[in-house]
């Protein structure tokens, strides 16, 4: 029973410093030292070995200006046996806050001298001297402890205070040092140097690490320089001068494969740089001998061609597709070129009979659940085209029950779910779309709260859904390229359903369609509109993102674009769009993007 006492007591004790601990930090946070003071002198007190509550309480009587409390907390602290040397920091800086520069100097060189005792104090002591930004003495530290035992290494260090001061060359250099020395990885050296990299050629910046590079790669022409070229010129968005130096790689590597080259084709792809994609994926199609990846490039190739066709060179297109079947056959390691083929006799040329019959027939062949899973939700979004809801929801519905934590699944449920939505079974995609709310997937998320709050806000003002259904009808339209139509259903929604809460979703609705067909300037109006009339709505983020797109990518008008990221970034902060138009404006105004 003793024992049973003595944990009882002991969990409570536990539990009662856990819930201290969490007031004098949360307190802290919201600015009220003078209750966080009182928490963390008990915590102090009950804990005297714990840096953090001896720095928590330091910084709590520093923000109240109880500087002398602080001096005899720290005295007292420095009094004690074999005290740690990074106190002598906190009282030099203590005297700083107070104007006292000689004194806080003369701890700070005290500190520094116990670095000649035991070198590996260094780390401690310049990370300290960091966090007060005294960088000058951080560099001391680090350089001090690394003279008197070689085997220390505080480069890493080092490197990120030339960043902060300023000294960019001198980091650039720095960082690729460690590189060559194998003390660091690529991928953390990248991350390092990222935040002082710009998207314009001509940044002071970018100049300088492209002097540095193209120095180090005819000292010594080791791969890594063009590793690192090809990075600066993606971030430079100068995609011809990126694939010469992959070009320059892929022939001096060993039994290389092309996948750095096919990363850089579907980037450029994604750019819409479709000249510089296109020698991309003719490259690889002429040198790969692998037959998967002549493949993907191929169907890149057309995917290509495609963003440009006009309806009468469609048969032309066909051909090729049926030469690589021809080619290729129908098997497993295929089904790339059987789903795009698919799609493309559905959505280019409006005939899924024979695409449903294809991807019917590939599901005869041996393969795994995943792969099944591909199929099926190619084959799903063909039967929906084909106005087929109910066969389609039955492949969407086996992919979500097979794969229910991933992401394919999650793809199914919203499938299920669209597809309810364009069948009027606009209670059952409510029921979907709570579920996918919380989904890992971000876009999914975002997708299935945006469908969510439009079923529920126009069917609680109208029990007979007659908008909503109208504009399930010209998404669907949309949804089988039938732009035009699509774009005419929505005008009698703007005509006969003035007013009502889904006249903002068929302003942008009709917006992203007009903007298909590069009618930029009735898009732009419609944006407008939203922004005037529905400011306070869910979808007035939505507007001024995409005006803020339209004018930075098409009519070429920066700081109208800066005005609308701006907006995002002060007024909608939870929104999915505010991480991407943050990065947008900081790149137009010139400033380091990470």
């Not at 790969?288 to 006009?310: G, M, W």
């Not at 048969?315 to 493309?344: C, H, P, W």
């Not at 097979?402 to 995609?429: I, P």
Request: proline share 2%; aromatic share 12%; glycine share 4%.
């Amino acid at each position: 029973m003793k024992f049973l006492g003595f944990f009882a007591f002991l969990f409570f004790s536990i539990s009662v410093c856990a819930q201290e601990d969490f007031l004098a930090k949360q307190y802290f946070a919201d600015g009220d030292f003078e209750k966080a003071v009182v928490f963390y002198e008990k915590l102090a007190k009950q804990n005297p070995r714990r840096t953090d509550y001896l720095q928590g309480l330091i910084a709590c009587y520093q923000q109240l200006e109880r500087y002398t409390d602080a001096e005899a907390y720290l005295l007292e602290q420095l009094n004690q046996r074999n005290p740690h040397p990074t106190l002598l920091i906190e009282m030099g800086y203590n005297y700083s806050l107070q104007d006292m520069p000689e004194k806080s100097e003369e701890y700070y060189d005290r500190a520094l001298a116990f670095i000649e005792e035991n070198p590996n104090y260094g780390y401690a002591l310049g990370y300290q001297f960091q966090k007060y930004t005294l960088l000058d003495r951080a560099v001391a530290a680090y350089k001090k402890a690394m003279k008197l035992n070689p085997t220390l290494d505080y480069n890493y260090q080092l490197a990120r205070i030339y960043g902060e001061q300023g000294d960019i060359e001198r980091m650039y250099t720095a960082y690729l040092e460690l590189l060559v020395n194998n003390k660091t990885s690529k991928s953390n050296i990248l991350r390092s140097i990222d935040d002082f990299i710009t998207s314009d050629p001509e940044d002071v910046n970018n100049q300088t690490l492209r002097t540095i590079l193209l120095q180090k790669a005819q000292k010594n022409p080791d791969i890594i320089w063009n590793e690192l070229l090809s990075w600066l010129f993606v971030k430079q968005r100068q995609f011809g001068s990126a694939f010469r130096q992959e070009k320059a790689i892929y022939k001096r590597m060993e039994g290389s494969n092309t996948g750095r080259l096919e990363n850089l084709g579907t980037t450029v792809l994604e750019e819409k740089e479709y000249e510089v994609a296109k020698e991309v994926f003719e490259y690889i199609k002429d040198e790969s001998a692998d037959p998967i990846v002549q493949l993907n490039a191929e169907l890149h190739l057309i995917e290509i061609i495609l963003e440009e066709v006009e309806k009468n060179q469609l048969d032309a297109i066909q051909k090729r597709y049926e030469a690589l079947i021809e080619q290729y056959g129908y098997q497993t390691q295929t089904l790339q070129l059987q789903v795009a083929y698919s799609n493309f006799l559905t959505f280019q040329k409006d005939e899924p009979g024979p695409a449903i019959e294809l991807l019917k027939n590939s599901l005869e062949l041996p393969m795994n659940e995943r792969s099944k899973a591909y199929i099926k939700l190619a084959l799903g979004d063909i039967l929906v085209y084909d106005r087929r809801f109910n066969e389609a929801l039955i492949y969407f519905s086996q992919v979500q029950d097979k794969l229910k934590n991933d992401v394919m699944g999650q793809d199914a449920r919203y499938k299920v779910a669209e597809t309810s939505f364009y069948k009027g079974d606009f209670d059952w995609a409510l029921t979907q779309l709570k579920v996918l709310r919380g989904s890992t997937s971000q876009l999914i998320a975002n997708d299935a709260m945006q469908l969510s709050l439009l079923i529920s806000d126009n069917s609680l003002e109208d029990s007979t859904q007659t908008a909503l259904k109208k504009y399930a009808r010209a998404d669907f339209l949309a949804y089988q390229n039938k732009t035009d139509e699509a774009i005419q259903d929505l005008n009698d929604i703007l005509e006969n359903h003035k007013g009502e809460k889904i006249e903002d979703e068929a302003l942008l609705k009709q917006a992203q369609l007009l903007e298909s067909q590069k009618k930029y300037e009735a898009a732009e109006f419609n944006y407008q509109k939203i922004i005037e009339f529905y400011g306070n709505g869910i979808l007035a983020d939505d507007a001024y993102f995409a005006l803020g797109e339209l004018y930075r990518t098409v009519l070429d008008e920066p700081e109208k674009a800066k005005t609308h990221y701006e907006r995002i970034i002060y007024d909608y902060q939870d929104s999915y769009y505010f991480p991407q138009a943050r990065k947008n404006f900081r790149m137009l105004r010139g400033d380091a993007v990470n």
